[in-house]
């Protein structure tokens, strides 16, 4: 059983957003075993939407559409239902009580006429509720293949996906377990782990998949199986994720179903509590954006000094001027006296230390675009490394404060081992 | 002339990755005149691939291929070109040559027979030089149509349409003009605003059209046109802008063409050499990191203290304990404290500062989930607003980030206007 997801918009297909909906939808109907067979697209043009779902229809059970529900002239979805299902639009009490409510609530004040159109639903339709916003969703079948509308504001989908349409679909349909391990690696190119695995992959079962994924210097190595059995496809799973690991033990950092980074971080720090700081210059506050975005990390992050001037690391961090005139802003030894003293200035166990430059231009100093130091203050030493990022600045911020991060683990990891 | 946009990819249609590389190709193809009629995700499945093939070519005249050109077994696009246009794969020593130096170069090996792979592109083919990766893009003409397939790693993709596939088709189409302008709104919703509108809509010329985005609080209004005469069409849009504008004029805040707010702001400093600061709890770096995302930052951004526990705030931000026993953590007045110190800390013209509760949690706190109190210090006072930003925690940084760095332009254009 296969979904189609179509997308209506024309601010995507300008590329002024970008379509973060469809990746959404795609991984919470894998998690109940439900495959994407395809992500559409279209444009906001009544034919064009037919077209994709008579297409959608003829490849697949589930079609979910977002977007073009809102109360203007521009969302036609509503419409473009009716005339797909041969139907006509009633007003629908229960939406129009909601909307009636929002309005109050929000903007102290009654509905408009436009504002009314949000309770006009196909007869057909089934309504699903929609927590965060006042158009709602809509659940249409047609020879046993289901039909769902949604709005294509992001919040307003999730809500509607995770609270409607996942449970519905659950309930009306037995899906197979879908699992997917994915090994992360750094160090070494695609195509050598490709010559690597030739013998892996040529031995795979038939209902198992390895894919390559190279992006910003790693490559994740992700395995695919299905099956309706979920021990079976299980126990098999664990099986090749341990051989594929002898392949590649000297490159593999960790899995990916783990969490990212800030969160696999986030446990250590609770688990041994412990405590976190950071002091940045080229990453200019990434860090601590990355790691402030996991729920609780107040309980280990402390803060960050962004210390973007020379001046600054001076007055506020404590660098030492004659540490900078020596060896340069963008050098191992600042780099390193950031790190002791952010530590310091912070009362924490451990604290990462960032400079370098993320280009387009060097800013005076003798290093070139890309180069940052990374150093790692821990309880009972300081690490520093150097490395090149290479380009484009956004590049080079965000590698390095990956990076940064992954270096700070092996040194948690290394010091916990220690302990016990 | 319209283009289609196929993605192929089982990473983007399991959820695990969000294609961007769609948008970017958009963008850039709006540019040059060329509207996209779909962008299409499909399986690394040639049957799924060859049929997305033929009905792109139905539809449009550009077909745009992104992904499946790595060395590795489930890159299958290139034999299924090779199917599509009854062709077979001849090595290209031009290729070849590439990819050894990029071998020889970052890994200081020869390269092996799955990196040899690289180098075979179908014989109908000309090859387009991939400056930042191994597998070339490729571009094949059948019946006038051009057909271009490209590597889904996003830099190497974006070389390949900035310095191959647009001055290609430049060269070979005569393309329009496309226009779109934006005006973003704040304060109302779109359906006020559409009632607002409905007259304006009805006279739009039949080559305008109107698109509403709402989203985050704003609704971003979007007029576009397409015209092969440039001044004509500029004219009108124009004309039909400044029109709008008087509609909206109490909640117009601004142009998304004018670029990210980061980016004007960053103008704004540089223009009236003045300097900034931000002390940031619940944000926790996400402002330091929008205004640090600029090149050129460091020329009037100094830096930022994450001040993420109580702790912080008094010792290195130097908030006075009593404020926070006497108003709470989360207040209007520390916030105002944080601006003020910030400012003199940093020893700029302008400080932001932010506090509030991202959640999920309030911390102890006497305020709920969403409140963020933001300060700007400029340099002759302090201003200090209270928000709701709502829920989830992200949406909350989001917003407060952006907000802030609003206000905080709002400051400056009244300041420079009273200073002329």
Redesign the interface.
């Known amino acids: 059983m296969q979904a189609e997801i179509i997308t209506i918009g ?11 909906n ?9 998690k109940i075993g439900v ?10 043009d009544k034919q ?1 939407i037919l077209k994709a779902l008579a ?1 959608a229809e003829e490849n697949t059970d589930i079609i979910i559409v977002t977007g073009g529900l ?6 036609i979805t509503k419409n473009t239902f009716c005339e797909y299902f041969d139907d006509r639009l009633v007003q629908n009490d229960e939406v129009l009580k909601h909307v009636e409510l929002l309005f109050a609530k929000y ?1 102290s004040m009654p ?5 009314r159109k ?1 309770a006009l639903v196909p007869s057909k339709a089934k309504v699903l509720k929609n927590r965060f916003g ?1 158009a709602p969703g809509m659940w249409i079948e047609k020879n046993n293949k289901v039909f769902i509308s949604l709005p294509g ?3 307003e989908m999730r809500g509607l996906i995770n609270y409607e349409v996942l449970p519905a679909l659950q309930e009306k349909f037995q899906f197979p377990y879908i699992f ?1 391990k ?1 090994l992360i690696t750094y160090g070494l ?4 782990i ?2 690597r695995l030739e013998k892996f ?1 040529d031995h795979l079962p038939d209902n198992f ?7 910003l210097g790693k490559v994740r190595l ?1 395995l ?1 199986s299905k099956g309706n059995n979920k021990e079976n496809v299980e126990k098999e799973m664990n099986r090749l994720v341990k051989e594929l690991i002898i392949h590649v033990e000297d490159i593999f950092i960790g899995f ?1 179903e783990d969490g990212a980074i800030e969160t696999v971080i986030g446990k250590d720090f609770i688990k041994n509590k412990i405590t976190l700081a ?1 002091a ?1 210059s080229c990453t ?6 990355m ?3 996991v ?4 309980n280990y ?9 020379s ?2 690391k001076q ?2 961090l404590h660098v030492s001027s004659k540490t900078i005139e020596k060896y340069s802003v963008v050098s191992m030894q600042v780099a390193k006296e950031m790190a002791i003293n952010c530590k310091k ?2 009362n924490t166990d451990y604290a990462i230390a960032t400079t370098g430059n ?4 060097t ?1 005076k100093t003798d290093k070139s675009v890309g180069v940052v130091f990374i150093a790692i203050a821990t309880p009972n030493k300081v690490l520093v490394e150097e490395f090149n990022f290479g380009q ?4 080079v ?1 965000q590698r390095a404060s990956v990076k940064s991060l992954e270096m700070l683990r092996k040194e948690i990891l290394k010091n916990t081992l220690n302990s016990l």
Chains 1, 2 share one sequence.
Do not use: C, W
């Not at 024309?10 to 973060?20: A, K, P, R, Y």
């Not at 998949?209 to 992006?215: E, G, M, T």
């Not at 729920?295 to 107040?298: I, L, N, Q, R, Y």
């Not at 993320?358 to 231009?361: F, N």
């Open positions: 024309d601010e995507i297909l300008i590329g002024q957003i970008v379509d973060t469809s990746a959404y939808i795609s991984k919470e109907l894998n495959s994407v067979y395809q992500i559409t697209t279209v444009q906001d064009h297409e809102g109360p203007t002239k521009d969302d903007f509905i408009s006429d436009v504002n949000q006042t504001v992001p919040y997917h994915t190119g695609e195509s050598i490709a010559a992959e998949k390895l894919a390559y994924l190279p992006n992700r695919s990916e950071s940045e200019g506050g990434a860090i601590a954006k790691l402030t975005s729920a609780g990390a107040s992050f402390k803060g960050s000094i962004v210390a973007y001037s001046k600054i007055d506020i200035m912070f993320a280009g387009p231009t800013d484009p600045r956004e590049r911020i």
